[in-house]
């Protein structure tokens, strides 16, 4: 017992040692990014630092439409892709656990019992107070003992190793947070696609109807012989083009009645989704929203956190230049009778301390540190890239929604006028006072009229979409960040930090 005093100094010593040392390697600062001040887009609106753990909320209800929230609704628990993204941010969590679990010793409990025996000729031995043989008498040896192992931390580099984990557990929750929103996108860019689908067969099935009626207009004229031939097959071929028309938009719709089976998670064949009234309704952009979306984008957060991942790296090849430091200890019991087995007279006890260290590896580690640097330097440009990218995409989105709204009404007025003119120059053909191909003529820029109305209509909610995209994701407030370990192994990591 006399080592006791000695071996809890040594102990002691050796933990403070370890607690006492620093994290080698460059300490952890984002990056600069290349922002303006303002967006030229939209004047008075400025984009912040990335923040991804605020609420991207349900946007989709800005578009006041059941049918889509209910369809959103599904995308959040069935969508495959949003399925394995939680997985993957799932499996990126467990590795942060695994890498601080090397902070800590690693304790085992061993115990087990053996019987051997000799010849009538072998000899006896006792080794470590153990009977060994006997003169051919067989003998019987109890174990029972507790050791632990530790490496610790000295020169940050488990702590580095986690930092990164850590680093790229929240690039992949951004991750899942862009596989949600992409997700989300696309199913309402795809159900806008399909009530535009509708609306343009609601469209060509009037145009039908009209174009029935003008060649039963010209067959009567034609029969009548006040017109010629030529009007009555002007007619047919109008007819025959608009109903062909019609017929290609029934396939145009499946289409989009598949995209979105398979985004909510269902086989195409088991969904259907019935026509319905189109809600034109497009939602404006809340005052000051950038400045504070901007930041929410996952896709820049991802790429940010990927940087601080690389910076770990660094840390972590550095510290390979420093002595690994291994301490052991173990305490136990052995005897020949299980029942005095955990007496005091049979205990065991060992500890001790091993250091290495690399004198010669031909500059390896010197490679393995400037490949983390230039790894570091590669997700800084690619995180300033995706950064320029994005407020590309905002002024793009912008611009657009900017020009939508000021070209919708225009076609409406140009639409409303061609469909005067077509009554006009009907009832002038009527009359005689025109050929048919004025008619023509003027159903068709009508239609196309028509139809521009609609398309511009749902390349404002599309837009809308893809502006939202942008931003980053809706309208809600602030959300606490899912945490990464509990607050009693956050005291642990700022312990052995210090």
Not at 5 to 17: D, E, K, N, Q, T
Not at 26 to 45: C, D, H, L, M, Q
Not at 58 to 73: C, I, K, M, Q, V
Request: glycine share 8%.
């Amino acid at each position: 017992m006399t080592h006791a005093p000695l071996r809890s100094v040594s102990i002691g010593f050796l933990s403070a040692v370890a607690l006492a040392g620093c994290a080698v390697g460059p300490n952890y600062v984002r990056p600069s990014a290349p922002i303006s001040p303002t967006f030229k887009e939209a004047a008075g609106w400025s984009p912040a630092a990335p923040a991804d753990t605020l609420d991207r909320g349900d946007w989709w209800s800005l578009f006041g439409d059941p049918t889509l929230s209910a369809l959103e609704a599904k995308v959040q628990v069935s969508n495959q892709n949003i399925i394995a993204a939680e997985a993957a941010y799932r499996e990126a969590r467990a590795v942060v656990s695994e890498q601080r679990a090397a902070l800590f010793p690693t304790v085992d409990l061993t115990g087990g019992g053996t019987r051997s025996g000799g010849g009538s000729g072998s000899g006896g031995s006792v080794v470590g107070g153990t009977v060994t043989g006997s003169g051919g008498k067989s003998t019987t040896r109890y174990t029972a003992s507790i050791g632990a192992t530790w490496e610790p931390d000295v020169w940050g580099r488990i702590r580095r190793t986690i930092e990164g984990a850590k680093a790229l557990a929240q690039a992949s929750e951004a991750d899942l947070a862009a596989a949600r929103l992409s997700a989300q996108g696309e199913l309402a860019i795809d159900y806008f696609g399909l009530r535009e689908t509708d609306a343009q067969i609601a469209i060509d099935q009037a145009t039908v109807a009209a174009y029935q009626r003008s060649l039963q207009i010209t067959q009567n004229q034609y029969n009548a012989g006040t017109v010629s031939k030529t009007d009555m097959l002007q007619a047919q071929t109008q007819l025959y083009n608009a109903q062909a028309a019609l017929t290609g938009l029934a396939q145009q719709r499946a289409v989009f009645e598949h995209a979105i089976a398979v985004l909510t998670g269902e086989a195409p064949g088991n969904f259907t989704l019935a026509p319905a009234p189109w809600i034109e309704t497009v939602p404006d952009v809340p005052p000051g929203v950038p400045s504070t979306l901007l930041q929410r984008r996952p896709d820049i957060a991802g790429a940010e956190r990927r940087v601080q991942n690389a910076n770990a790296q660094i840390g972590v090849q550095i510290a390979a230049y420093f002595p690994t430091l291994t301490l052991t200890g173990s305490y136990g019991f052995a005897a020949s009778e299980l029942g005095s087995l955990f007496s005091s007279a049979n205990s065991l006890w060992s500890y001790g301390a091993s250091i290495a260290e690399t004198l010669f590896d031909a500059g390896a580690r010197r490679a393995r540190v400037n490949e983390a640097k230039a790894t570091h330097d590669l997700t800084v440009a690619q995180y300033r890239q995706v950064v320029l990218l994005a407020l590309e995409n905002v002024e793009d989105e912008l611009a657009t929604t900017r020009v939508l709204a000021q070209q919708i009404g225009l076609l409406r007025q140009a639409s409303a006028s061609a469909d005067q003119a077509e009554q006009i120059f009907l009832n002038q053909y009527k009359a005689g006072t025109v050929a048919y191909t004025t008619v023509v003529v003027a159903q068709t820029a009508a239609y196309q009229a028509r139809l521009a109305v609609v398309q511009a209509a749902t390349q404002r909610q599309t837009t809308a979409v893809a502006l939202i995209q942008s931003l980053g994701g809706g309208w809600k407030t602030p959300w606490a960040p899912v945490a990464l370990s509990s607050p009693a192994e956050e005291r642990d990591k700022a312990a052995v930090a210090k």
